[in-house]
């Protein structure tokens, strides 16, 4: 994957595209002022927010592309990649920039809050999709941060209010966030079942002699979800954690091979543990017994 801009300070975006710079550690963009732009294909060091009605024709966002027709909200945070490689065509677009970076907002309460902010654990069907009023509000948040911007002198003052909106902005994305996250999580069951059958695939296919134990990560990135977002689904559904399911998921199927008259060291081989004595200590913390106490019950009924 070729880059075009790394950006490594909150203005090196619009220094790129030819937009006005106001702070050193804030940088506020509004797109239908600018003109037509080249397209880049970014990685991102900084905070960032695209507030769009339209999105680049096949922009890379997360692990896949993002369907450009879905105008809405694109939130970076840094080690990110997104954008569109720079083909040489020029293009106008509408809504807002917002980027800003880890100096400005080291020991503030954005910095505390930060990891509640899900929505910068980005994929492709995860960006914001909002409605007209939700539009509507973040645009305004943003003109009043570009006016602070423009008619203030920054200073220690200004920087506070800067601040204030961003949390304002950011706390209402996590709002917004969290409205979609019902919305899709409705979906739910479908999401647990496409889980099931992964689980199954990843044994019957042999996966755990490569990869040892099914990881949350795995199954997230299988599902064309950020291992946050899968999480949240789960526990939605089933009250449990994704990591906790595939534990309970590894012990019943090592239960089945158990009682089927394999060895603990054949079963913990077959299930992708890398030493059995690791198999017993996961097999006693989860179920309570070691393999041989649950055998030796078994044998007794």
């Known amino acids: 994957m070729n880059l075009d801009l790394l950006i490594n300070q909150a203005n090196d975006y619009a220094q790129d595209i030819g937009a006005e710079v106001y702070h050193p550690h804030v940088s506020i963009i509004h797109y239908d002022e600018v003109g037509e732009i080249r397209h880049s294909l970014n990685r991102f060091n900084v905070y960032a927010l695209f507030l769009q009605k339209e999105f680049p024709e096949n922009l890379t966002y997360g692990i896949g592309k993002y369907d450009h027709r879905n105008g809405s909200l694109l939130a970076y945070s840094p080690g990110q990649i997104g954008g569109k490689t720079d083909d040489g065509t020029l293009k106008q677009y509408h809504g807002w920039v917002l980027l800003f970076d880890n100096t400005f907002i080291q020991g503030s309460e954005i910095e505390k809050r930060l990891s509640g902010y899900h929505f910068f654990s980005y994929n492709s069907n995860e960006a914001l999709f909002l409605t007209e009023e939700e ?15 423009k008619e203030h002198q920054t200073n220690v ?145």
Do not use: W
């Open 135 to 149: 539009k509507e509000t973040l645009s305004r948040l943003m003109e009043h941060i570009r006016h602070e911007l």
């Open 157 to 301: 003052q200004s920087d506070y209010i800067i601040k204030d909106y961003i949390l304002l902005i950011l706390d209402y994305c996590s709002r917004f966030y969290t409205r979609q996250f019902k919305e899709q999580s409705s979906g739910g069951s479908d999401i647990l079942t496409r889980f099931q059958q992964l689980l199954n695939d990843y044994y019957s296919m042999g996966l755990q002699r490569q990869y040892g134990l099914p990881s949350v990560k795995y199954c997230a990135s299988e599902l064309y979800l950020s291992p946050g977002y899968f999480g949240d689904i789960i526990r939605n559904v089933l009250g449990e954690s994704p990591k906790d399911y595939i534990r309970g998921f590894v012990m019943m199927r090592a239960k089945n091979l158990l009682l089927s008259g394999q060895s603990i060291t054949q079963v913990a081989d077959n299930m992708g543990f890398e030493y059995p004595n690791h198999f017993t200590r996961l097999f006693k913390s989860t179920t309570g017994q070691t393999p041989s106490q649950f055998l030796a019950e078994q044998q007794k009924k």
